[in-house]
């Protein structure tokens, strides 16, 4: 069973006034087979988050450990977290010209498998993930993200977790600009790979609609930096019905 284990997680970024401190002092440790639901308001942190996990330059680690299994999360290239089996659907996926998502795919897996996959299975693997996931097969030739609505990355995102399969998966945002059936067919996929027990899931989220679909094992409450609060799925009614504001200390979520 893989598990990840953040500790005591200090990241800054640098701002035009020099270092400011984002992530202060989280903890939390993911397992296989869990799924839990981040959640806090805009702005706590929770993207820098699943940035400083996936290894984002922009982000210097300042304090605390990360391990996956015992190794050392921290040490390693964005690569070689990739073929650990971290993998990040980004809140703002990135567009990567020329490159089609066919190609963008089966790149991918050859990195993360550290062989091609054999050709003949790989091409069934890829229509049957688009089929549940209700894409026109006339996606795989259109460049990466590149006029892609907000539904298509999204989707493109959960086609990857399917083919990709990590060990531990963070969704950033990935219900944002959904509507309601491209919600569903995002969700579904996730709970199908969360199905395999193979994979434990980091949903980071805003809102609490996402978690009709994709009930979570661990609901914690992100703000000012760190984790305010852990609980079971009941935690999300109660933001559902109270907000993030007895969470957020005045003068600002990380003044
Ligand atoms: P969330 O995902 O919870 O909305 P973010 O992690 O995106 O929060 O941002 C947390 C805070 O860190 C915000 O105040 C944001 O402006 C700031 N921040 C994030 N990335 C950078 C950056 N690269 N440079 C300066 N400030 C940043
Ligand atoms: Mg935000
Ligand atoms: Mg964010």
Do not use: C
């Not at 996936?54 to 982000?59: E, F, I």
């Amino acid at each position: 069973m893989a598990t990840l284990e953040i500790h005591d997680l200090h990241v800054s970024v640098e701002a035009e006034n020099g270092p400011r401190e984002i992530l202060r002092g989280v903890d939390l440790t993911v397992k296989q087979g869990e799924t839990h639901a981040i959640m806090g308001p805009n702005g706590s942190g929770k993207s820098t988050l699943a940035y400083s996990l996936a290894g984002h330059p922009k982000y210097t680690i300042t304090g605390g450990t990360v391990t996956l299994d015992g190794e050392n999360v921290l040490e390693m290239s964005v690569d070689e977290r990739a073929r650990a089996g971290v993998f990040l659907a980004m809140q703002y996926p990135v567009e990567v010209p020329g490159v089609s998502v066919s190609n963008f795919l089966r790149t991918s897996a050859t990195a993360v498998r550290g062989e091609a996959p054999k050709l003949r299975t790989w091409v069934k693997e890829v229509k049957g993930a688009m089929e549940r996931l209700q894409m026109d097969p006339a996606f795989a030739e259109r460049n990466v993200n590149e006029g892609f609505s907000g539904g298509e990355k999204k989707r493109h995102e959960i086609l990857q977790l399917e083919l990709l399969k990590p060990k531990i998966a963070i969704l950033d945002e990935t219900d944002s600009g959904l509507d309601v059936d491209a919600l569903r067919i995002v969700s579904e996929g996730v709970n199908r790979v969360r199905e395999t027990g193979e994979v434990g899931t980091l949903l980071i989220t805003h809102y609490t609609r996402i978690l009709r679909y994709i009930k979570p094992d661990f609901v914690h409450v992100f703000a000012n930096g760190r984790i305010a609060e852990s609980g079971g799925a009941e935690l999300a009614d109660k933001l559902e019905e109270e907000g993030y504001e007895a969470y957020v200390t005045k003068g600002g979520v990380t003044a």
